[in-house]
Each structure stands twice: as structure tokens, then as C-alpha cells.
């Protein structure tokens, strides 16, 4: 029997190696969030459906609220407090993030970088272990800051869940694209459900906002009308 | 190879000045093959059956954005922050060029298919290399009857 991908798992499903193994010739299989390896067996530990993906990457898809932290996701966090060297940053874990002062690009020890409590960073988390307080920093691996660091000049911050983050960054969802060809806009997205939203007029943002909460049950095709309902009336209400 | 030479320069060489570092290395080399010496023979060793680590069949990975090939988190749409649009270009084109690369592997020709082109290839490589007299030479041997091929007319069926 094949494993059942696109079907509910429930958290105790075991599954065989050769269940897995074939679905596809990969060598090596990767199992994600929600699977655990056990003794040649694959428990599920997470309520949700079983998603697959060539080559040989299995996960279990389920609805999330609460972020837990994992190595190399792109987050948004709030400085919280500054320590030392240190500033504690808010991601949405059960613990908060430590972010060194000098693992910002062009950052030494006496060239501190502007960062304030109260800001907002988009940053990729280096450490995360089940039990030890995760480490984020907003340079990659050459010391660029790629994107990452402080993000500045207003916006819109909101908390959505994670599994709505997710599609919006899933290539196969359409709406930031739909979304770009109406406003004109700028958006970041943090894999712990944190979105922080930039447009020309507090109208226009508003809109986006909400047409991103809205689209979390909504397909393609829905998503195309809804954009044009709400690109129309925005245009309606900016001329008044 | 540094140790030969030097055991082939004569003492005089050796002695001067500017030969004094390799006649330091020399030494140290000779200290430490003789020091390998005397642990071989003293050192004991327990006769153990080698210890097989089992590979695992699986990896794992409790990262979302890579089971799902998540895009990157920053977008800017119609130019509202080129900064953001000039990164997202950057990392579309990575992710592009990794596509390609994998299909090219997966699409590309196999060891054994390479050997046969090559050693069809052989004789106009080797026209290549030819001297200008041989070139016409193997010409003449090679392309006689592809000199023949004409026009033919395509059947109007």
C-alpha cells in the first residue's frame, strides 16, 4: 500500500520506509515537519494531511497559530529589549530570539547598527533547537544583508496564520502576483505568520490587507474576482 | 620529491646559507619517519571488527520553506521599492538556473552514449589538428560523397 498522500494523517499513523519509498526511485527520502523517524518506521506527530513532494520530500500540512522555530526560515520579529550585545526579538515562539549587534551587513564593533526596541526585522533564524533559545541575524552567508535587516518608513504589520503565510509565498499561489498587477505595493513575509504590508495611501493598504486575510480559503480563480472587486472599489473610493 | 633532491646536493651546497631552511626540513623529516618507526613497533592495536555506521534512508528537516520551495519573503510590486525588486530578480534567477541545471542532468547524455559520439567524433577532431596538406587530404577521403548530394524535390503527396 502507498502512503496516503493528500489524506488526513492523525499523530500515531506509522507508516513503513518501502510505504514511502514507492511513490518514487528517490534515494534518499526527506521527511519535514510533523514526520518523525523511528526505528525503520515513520510516526506521524502531527494532526494534518500528507503532503508530497519529487523527490522524495514528505510533510504534514496542518493549521497552525503558534510558530515553531526551525533552522533557515525567514521571520519577522519585534526588538524587544536590548541586552549587552544582544537584542531580544519577539518572533512568535515560545521563546524569544537573541540577535547579535554584529550580524548586521556592515556591522563591527564600532559601527553599531540603528536598531531600536519597537522595530520590526526580517531575519533568518541560525539556531533552532528543540530546547535551546533560538539565534537570528540579518546577514547570509557571504555577510550581505540580502534583504534582511531593519525594515523602516511605516507600513503595516499583522499576524495571520502561518499556514496563509505559507501560501502566500507558495509559487503556485497567485495572489501577491494579482495583488501587484492592481496596486503598487511592497510586502514581506515571515514564515511565522507575520506580514508587513507598504502601499502609496492607507486605502490601498488597507485593501491589500484584507484581501490577504480573505484569501486564505479561496483558490486561483477566486482569488483573480476577488482582486478585481476590491481593485474597483478602491479606485471608487480614492476618486471621492 | 624535495627530500630526492636534497639527498642528491653534496655537502658543500648544503652548508651554505641559503640552503639552510630544506637542510632543517630534511632533518625534521628524517626525525618523524623514525619516531613512525618506533610507535609502529610499540603501539598495539585492539583487533576489532570495523565499526559499521548504518546510513540512515532518511533526512529530516523541520523547515517548511523547504518542503514547499517557498519563495523568497521580501516583494515589491510595479517598482514601489526597486532595492526588494532588484533581490527578487537576483533570486528568481538562481532558482531559474538550479531548474535548468537539474534538468540538464536528468536530460543529459549518459557515459556510454558520450563514448560513442566520441569515438565517432575521432576523425573530425583529428581533421582539426591536421596540417593544412592532410586536412585536404582527409577531405577529399571523407567528404567524396557528400560532394554528390543535390537538391531533391519534396512529393507533393
Redesign the interface.
Known sequence: MAAPIGNVVIPGDIFS?TQLKSTDDAK??????G???ND?E?KVIRPGIL?Y?KPG?Y?VDCHHKRY?P?????VIGIVNQKVGDIFRVDIGGSEQASLSYLSFEGATKRNRPDVKVGDII?AKLLVANKDMEPEIVCIDSYGRS??MGVIRNGGFLFHTS?NLA?KL???QCIL?KT???R?????????NGRVWV???SDIQTIAIVNAIVASEYKDNDQIKEMCKRISKAVSRMEVD | MATKQGAQLSKNVLQMKFMQRSVLRMEKEQNEEERQKIIDDEHWALDLPEYKTKE??????????????????????????PE?EK?MKVQNAEKEAEKTEQKEKEESVGDIEMAKRYSSLMGIIAKKFAKKRQHSALAEDDEGPSKKRAFLKPSDS
Open positions: 520506509f534518499k527520502i526527506l521527511l519535514g515537519p514526520l518523525k523517524e525503520l515513520i503532503r513532494r520530500v510533510w515553531i526551525s533552522k533557515g526560515e525567514s526580517y540580502s534583504g502561518l505559507r509565498l507558495n509559487p501577491l495583488l501587484g498587477n496596486f503598487q505595493f511592497e510586502i514581506t513575509v515571515g514564515i507598504k502601499a502609496h | 540512515s534512508d532518511f533526512l529530516v528537516n523541520q523547515s517548511y520553506s523547504i518542503c514547499e520551495e517557498l519563495q523568497f519573503g521580501r516583494q515589491s510590486f510595479q517598482g514601489f521599492n526588494v533581490l
